[in-house]
């Protein structure tokens, strides 16, 4: 089997590749759905307090705006809030000392989560946690749940294990991430090889393209660290992942380093045909396409783009808290009551949805009759 027939075995190949209107329209749906079922919930809540207290409900539940009104996220805006707290996972795991796999598995598993899940439903801050603590299971680091607990501020174990189940559904179950990571390492390895006329080129490329690149291995060494930047962070804040290859992203890093020595290095692997030219220019074009999305987020920012960043998510974080599904505020309560068979929403609520089920089926048995009891 080929690297190539590996790859599209894989799960990240199956499930988690996606074309760019593909992704787009599923980011849609899951909005879409997200805003109605908070809508419906809100309607839901204020049903019951409004029915249960003296003023409607409405001095319990200041924050909670009627249905008409519930301005709910839309897809940009739910994309510029799990960038951002990518970055705060980033940031997170730079904190707790974790390895770049180990960081870039768990930002995948946030970006993931949330082409089926909402921000509106599930807390991305809450989510993050989760996810890096997941994140050193798969990728081998081990660190006592215990100690990861205690180095984050108003965290207990409890609040990370109670959203792994809930992670791992919305991953569906997979989490193997493949990195760009290696292949820039053996790209970098060769290039080096060639600088110092250990690797020989391809036969009849010699002379058929521009000759090697004045002083190559100092630039293959300023390509590896430049590349590496754009892998560790550009990378996973873009949706590189979800639209190209491993290889195509490291190709891509490169190609933003130094394009000149990356179309070298790419020609140099194809005899001077004219099938071969047409593939060549076939692989350029795709690996143009992933660098231009790289190019989307600077790896290297200044602090006046930081505060920038910063003043945009506060009026998005302000919406998002008037947009939140209220039956899903507290999920750590939500699956220890989902343990317990109740579903983890509002006990009132839970009595108002069973007087409607009953009113239901009563209503069903009015209309057709009872149902056939065995004889």
């Not at 796999?101 to 899940?117: C, S």
């Not at 002083?215 to 590896?224: D, G, L, T, Y």
Request: glycine residues 4%; hydrophobic residues 40%; charged residues 30%.
């Amino acid at each position: 089997m080929s690297e190539d027939e590996r790859y599209r075995a894989s799960t990240q190949f199956r499930l988690w590749s996606f074309t760019l209107y593909a992704l787009h329209a599923q980011r849609t749906q899951t909005n879409l759905n997200a805003a109605a079922r908070v809508r419906a919930a809100v309607r839901r809540v204020r049903e019951v307090r409004r029915a249960d207290t003296p003023d409607g409900g409405n001095g319990n539940v200041p924050s909670m705006a009627p249905e008409a009104e519930t301005d709910c996220l839309t897809v940009e805006e739910e994309k510029k809030l799990i960038a951002f707290y990518c970055r705060q996972a980033l940031d997170l795991g730079d904190f707790l000392g974790l390895g770049n796999e180990v960081k870039a598995t768990a930002v995948q598993y946030i970006k993931r989560f949330y082409v089926t899940n909402s921000v509106m439903t599930y807390s991305p801050a809450d989510i993050l946690k989760t996810a890096l603590f997941f994140a050193t299971k798969t990728e081998n680091h081990y660190f006592r749940l215990t100690k990861f607990a205690e180095k984050l501020p108003n965290t207990k174990a409890e609040d990370i294990l109670a959203l792994e189940f809930l992670l791992t559904q919305g991953l569906r179950f997979t989490f193997d991430v493949r990195h760009p990571y290696r292949a820039l390492e053996g790209a970098v390895m060769e290039l080096l090889a060639i600088a110092n006329h250990d690797v020989p080129l391809l036969p009849g490329v010699e002379g058929a393209y521009p000759p090697k690149p004045h002083n190559m291995q100092n630039r293959v060494f300023a390509v590896h660290s430049n590349a590496r930047q754009y892998l560790k962070i550009s990378a996973l804040l873009t949706d590189v992942y979800f639209h190209f290859t491993p290889s195509q992203i490291m190709m891509a890093s490169l190609l933003i380093a130094d394009s000149s020595l990356t179309e070298w290095f790419i020609s140099s692997k194809f005899p001077s045909t004219a099938e071969a030219e047409e593939v060549k220019l076939k692989i350029l074009a795709t690996i143009t396409s992933c660098a231009d999305m790289l190019r989307e987020v600077n790896p290297i920012r200044s602090k006046e783009e930081i505060d920038l960043e910063r003043s945009q998510m506060k009026p998005l974080g302000k919406k998002l808290n008037k947009c939140r599904n209220p039956e899903k505020m507290d999920l750590v309560a939500l699956q220890k009551s989902k343990r317990e068979g109740d579903g983890g929403v509002d006990e009132k609520v839970i009595k108002k949805r069973k007087m409607e089920k009953e009113k239901f089926a009563k209503e069903g048995e009015d209309l057709f009759g009872p149902g056939l009891k065995g004889s």
